[in-house]
């Protein structure tokens, strides 16, 4: 099985719909991530946590929120899906200890929003 | 903000050798390298933590000029393997506020 699961994989919404993306992880790391993927625009930082109690903002928030439900769980929302959040979006995990360590990538969750 | 890579794209022959610079407007303290197949998530390849470090990954090695604020990831002997995007990735820190970020990537295929 995976480290970083997320769920789901592939979805297709119609506009203003509510759409929760889900990560969980098994490597026990403290710190998680959302990045959103655009061809040629790279990996973005939408959201970030570095435990339970703290979420911040990344380069490209609005939109979207988080929720930190646990230290293995966090989860992504589109209150009300637009088209131009259409994009690949990956959710990423690191330790704590010794600065920033390397980032563990789940699969990614392709979202197509209509 | 986000650090600048070049080339945008890159197309080699199997054994030919490639560069791929990582720029960035501000200081850079740490840089990592990470390399994406297509339709697969980024994975790891190293980091360099210290201005003027020099690591080696198989035939894939990296500097870190922190003076320039630049990175270089070089590719030797290329294979076919090697294909795929390739991200620098580094902390961005300011008053209060912390990023993780990476560049704008670098495509590069390797033909037989």
């Known amino acids: 099985d995976a480290d970083v699961t997320q769920t789901p994989r592939n979805r297709i919404t119609k506009t203003g719909k509510r759409i929760m993306l889900e990560c969980s992880q098994t490597?026990?790391?403290?710190?998680m991530y959302w990045y959103r993927q655009d061809p040629g625009l790279g990996l973005r930082l939408i959201y970030y946590s570095f435990d339970v109690k703290d979420i911040n903002k990344g380069e490209i928030s609005d939109g979207y929120s988080v929720s930190r439900q646990a230290q293995a769980k966090f989860s992504l929302s589109l209150e009300s899906a637009i088209p131009n959040q259409t994009a690949l979006y990956f959710c990423a995990t690191s330790a704590r200890a010794g600065g920033i360590g390397e980032l563990f990538f789940g699969e990614g969750s392709r979202l197509t929003v209509l | 903000q986000q650090p600048v890579q070049s080339p945008q794209a890159v197309i080699l022959r199997e054994g030919e050798d490639a560069v791929i610079n990582c720029s960035s407007s501000k200081a850079l303290y740490s840089v990592h390298w990470y390399r994406q197949k297509h339709g697969e998530a980024p994975v790891f390849l190293m980091i360099l933590l210290k201005g003027g470090e020099q690591k080696g990954h198989d035939k894939i090695s990296a500097s870190f000029n922190e003076k320039k604020q630049q990175s270089s990831l070089y590719l030797t002997a290329s294979q076919l393997s090697y294909s795929g995007t390739y991200f620098c990735g580094t902390e961005m820190t300011g008053p209060g506020t912390y990023k993780y970020i990476f560049g704008t990537g670098t495509r590069l295929k390797v033909l037989a």
């Open positions: 490597k026990g790391h403290d710190r």
